[in-house]
């Protein structure tokens, strides 16, 4: 199976966080500016990947520390191996990958993201609850590091919560 072509710009390892502001706000066409990349790259760090904007406004609106404290966590990814990819399905009764591009992420208001996806082998429904905080490009279960393929031998110790 051929390998997703990554796109140079949104995809790139390192943002500096030097040309970021003290305390200022950006719209989103600037932080795109900023680093040379595309609306559309803010637009999904934002939507998808937990980039703060600013609440009250139609226009998306970042603060400079919000920008800064996402991209120390986008530049801290690869650095954490992939321990924790895999959620366990009530069907396999194994841990299992998710499919690609089944992995949806809900806030929930307590600090934590609901985590849905649909098994990678049986396509049944499989949540997790992660941190907010711990839900980045360094998460192994974010969209994009998941290998569809993967079989997971089974295992001990996943919480048998599932409900029916
Ligand atoms: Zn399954």
Redesign the pocket.
Known sequence: MPRRERSDVARRDRYSLAPIRGNYTYSVGEVAELYGIADATVFRWIRDEGLKRLPGSKKYYIHSGDLRRFLERLNKRNKKPSSDGEIY?C??RVP?RPSNNTIQAEDLPNGTIRVKAK?G????GQFKVVSSKNWSETHPLYPDRNDPTIEHSGGDGWPRNCQT
Request: contains cysteine; aromatic residues 0%; positive net charge.
């Open positions: 399905c069907k396999c299992r098994c082998v049986c396509g049944t």
